[in-house]
């Protein structure tokens, strides 16, 4: 038996191109459904899907346990969000448990006191037991999110893509943007994306009428919500991806700037000090470890970064999607920041956030640090490298000075002009020509 399986794709051939940015854009992971009682006739089977379908974009969905596993055991580079009902949890939980593929496992049962004990720091990628879809749902809006910020580029030194970036973020930050133009301009780019996505199309109309790019209206909210701004936007940063980039650039710009408001907002608030230490939990490859984070180098994040001010949370992080091996190694990266360091911005979100308890600091995109300390420990029975960085700027490093100015010098000019020598620089001549 084949899974169902439900997946955007376009028809057109002359598509191909905009084909493999859409499949880059939505389809980083997906759900798996295990349930032998699944009964696709009913109404309530429909309303579950579409919930789901909101949250993450493919769903697979399967009534054998061996047939579910076997996927499962083939999907290989892929990250599984398994939603398994409480009758199979004993047969599956097990034997998929430690797959690198499964990212987070959820029991949906309406007696939940039946399968508590698999939520325990025994089973870490169990999220929990669940009695419907909405509490389901909730989780795996943070859990894709996670995601997400898993997969965010680190660079071990200042790459040519991070100079260039960081030009794109500059250029758009002295651009005035006709936000009439811009926003359904954006619009009507997501909705090509999400064609074939129609539970996204209402999030999309809703940007478009809401949206006005103020602190009020905040674009951190916008940005946490996790619907099709995070994803185009952090896709578009880390590959460097001019289309998307061009269509994002004034919500970069927003962004930024809700950052930098809310930064200063906060830092001024003496009943509220703000933190000297911030935690990233993350699993990296033996290979990139050694060759990216090195005593005395600098470490760069081309997207907006995700932090906590909570030790616990990092390691709980580490602690779901770790499993030991020959290849991978668990990272805590503790970042000391000074707010009188003028770098890439940053501030708490919480009170955007619908989990407010793990207190995430946000930065803006571009942010450096300085690798000061590298060393191992064990927590919860783990080894962790832990790492300790620095928050560095260019008025502060004379490395960092020195090669930004470089490429500066490259690229001279102000606004739209400046943008079309960035983009005739990274070969994007069509692009720089429309402009």
Known sequence: MHPHRHQQTLGNVEQKEQHAQIEDIVQDFFIVWLDNHLDESKEDFDNSLTKLQRTIDVIEKFRDANECITHISRSENKKIFLVVSGKLTNDVVPLTHDKSQIYAI?????????????????????????????????????????????DMKITGQIE???????????????????????????????????????????????????????????????????????????????????????????????????????????VNDNNTPFPKTVYRGKIMTQEDFKNKVQQGKLISYNNFLSTTEKR?????????????????IAVLFIMTIDPSVKSAPYARISEFSKYPEEQEILFSTHSVFRVRQIQETKERGMNIQQVNLTLTSEKNDKELNELTESIRKDIEGIGWERMGLLLWKINQNDKAEEI
């Open 106 to 150: 959820y029991i949906f049962c309406f007696d939940k006191s039946k399968y508590e004990q698999w939520a325990t720091e025994k089973w870490p990628k169990v999220r929990g037991v669940f009695a419907n879809i909405d509490s389901i749902c909730d989780s795996l809006r943070q859990t894709a999110r996670e995601c997400d910020d898993d």
């Open 160 to 266: 040519p893509s991070f100079m260039y970036s960081m030009l794109f973020k500059e250029i758009v930050l002295e651009i005035h943007f006709d936000l009439e133009k811009e926003i359904p301009g954006l619009a009507k780019y997501a909705r090509q994306v999400y064609k074939d996505k129609p539970e996204q199309l209402p999030i999309i109309y809703e940007f478009v009428q809401q949206y006005n790019g103020n602190i009020n209206n905040s674009p951190v909210r916008w940005y946490t919500a996790g619907c099709f701004t995070y994803k185009m936007l952090n896709k578009a940063l880390g590959r460097l991806d001019a289309a998307t980039l061009l269509k994002t650039g004034f919500f970069i710009r927003d962004l930024h700037q809700n950052i930098e408001e809310l930064h200063e907002k906060q």
């Open 312 to 328: 616990d949370v990092a390691i709980d992080f580490i602690g779901r999607e770790f499993q030991p091996s020959d290849s991978k």
